[in-house]
């Protein structure tokens, strides 16, 4: 039976999710019920694209992306895969309808992780576009589940929360990226002599996307709304740690927000949104 299929392939994305991000699994979790798989058939998908550019480095990772490409497009056009991850994105492509271009411009910034290791102001804007905003309108389009007047509404900071996620993973992986896959995202920034002044500038700027997204997160359907604030919360509250250490220890460290706090923060948050204090 195809639904038994179905079910496979969406619990092929949940496990995805649960596996890689906590954070994001727990802002999904507290999405209404019926937002579930779709969310997790997203986040399973640019997963396995974000893994094939960081991870597969004995591979040949040029032609598996390209590969994984090919079976996308496919994918979407046949309405089925036996690739469980892309026959459940596929699903949710169809079924909310999801643009081409918003997937073109997701696997044109996972090119980019092959082809650049340094970016100027330019390449800097279109890889977030692509690899951070881009999602957040995947993610959009099932919210609105057609509303299209809404959609439009919440795209900038649909966008903006996309974007503050990014660059505070930027700042969390910055010795990952530095030292292992010798990249540096942000631009015009020599990150071996990575000055407080220089982090300040960042961090306002992420502190700027985040002030806009939540202005978003007020205005979301109900079932969508504490679920993206938890997320919200969690990476405020990454982003405040990362505030309160240098850029020197950030080279030799991946922070992260502790178990405890992040239940302190659910509580904290819970309350907050049920006396309607968001």
């Given at each position: 039976m195809l639904k038994l299929f179905d079910k496979v392939a969406a619990r092929c994305s949940k496990n995805i999710t649960r596996t890689y991000s906590t954070s994001f699994s727990l802002g999904i979790?507290?999405?209404?019920?019926?937002?579930?798989?779709?969310?997790?058939?997203?986040?399973?998908?640019?997963?396995?694209?974000?893994?094939?550019?960081d991870t597969?480095?004995?591979?040949?990772?040029?032609?598996?992306?390209?590969?994984?490409?090919?079976d996308t497009y496919k994918a979407i056009e046949d309405g089925i895969s036996l690739n469980p991850v892309l026959h459940s994105f596929q699903q949710v492509v169809n079924r909310y309808h999801i643009e081409r271009e918003l997937i073109d411009t997701f696997l044109r910034?996972?090119?980019?992780?092959?082809e650049k290791n340094r970016h100027n102001q330019l390449s800097y804007e279109d890889y977030i576009l692509g690899s951070a905003e881009v999602v957040g309108l995947m993610c959009l389009r099932v919210f609105c589940n057609g509303n299209e007047a809404l959609y439009q509404s919440l795209k900038k900071p649909a966008m903006r929360l996309g974007s503050a996620f990014q660059k505070v993973n930027f700042l969390r992986d910055l010795h990952t990226d530095f030292h292992e896959l010798k990249r540096t995202y942000f631009p015009n920034v020599d990150v071996r002599n990575f000055c407080e002044k220089t982090k300040a500038a960042i961090e306002a700027d992420i502190r700027e996307d985040f002030r806009i997204a939540l202005d978003g997160i007020k205005r979301l359907p109900r079932g969508a709304r504490f679920g993206v604030y938890?997320?919200?919360?969690?990476?405020?509250?990454?982003?405040?740690?990362?505030?309160?250490?240098?850029?020197?220890?950030?080279?030799?460290?991946?922070?992260?927000?502790?178990?405890?706090?992040?239940f302190r923060l659910l509580i904290h948050s819970y309350f907050r949104y049920s006396f309607g204090l968001l």
């Amino acid at each position: 039976m195809l639904k038994l299929f179905d079910k496979v392939a969406a619990r092929c994305s949940k496990n995805i999710t649960r596996t890689y991000s906590t954070s994001f699994s727990l802002g999904i979790y507290f999405l209404e019920r019926k937002l579930h798989e779709p969310i997790y058939g997203i986040y399973g998908f640019v997963r396995f694209a974000d893994e094939i550019v960081d991870t597969f480095h004995q591979h040949d990772k040029e032609r598996l992306l390209d590969t994984f490409r090919n079976d996308t497009y496919k994918a979407i056009e046949d309405g089925i895969s036996l690739n469980p991850v892309l026959h459940s994105f596929q699903q949710v492509v169809n079924r909310y309808h999801i643009e081409r271009e918003l997937i073109d411009t997701f696997l044109r910034s996972m090119e980019m992780d092959l082809e650049k290791n340094r970016h100027n102001q330019l390449s800097y804007e279109d890889y977030i576009l692509g690899s951070a905003e881009v999602v957040g309108l995947m993610c959009l389009r099932v919210f609105c589940n057609g509303n299209e007047a809404l959609y439009q509404s919440l795209k900038k900071p649909a966008m903006r929360l996309g974007s503050a996620f990014q660059k505070v993973n930027f700042l969390r992986d910055l010795h990952t990226d530095f030292h292992e896959l010798k990249r540096t995202y942000f631009p015009n920034v020599d990150v071996r002599n990575f000055c407080e002044k220089t982090k300040a500038a960042i961090e306002a700027d992420i502190r700027e996307d985040f002030r806009i997204a939540l202005d978003g997160i007020k205005r979301l359907p109900r079932g969508a709304r504490f679920g993206v604030y938890v997320a919200y919360v969690y990476y405020r509250a990454l982003l405040e740690r990362i505030e309160s250490t240098t850029g020197e220890a950030l080279l030799r460290q991946r922070l992260s927000v502790p178990n405890h706090q992040k239940f302190r923060l659910l509580i904290h948050s819970y309350f907050r949104y049920s006396f309607g204090l968001l």
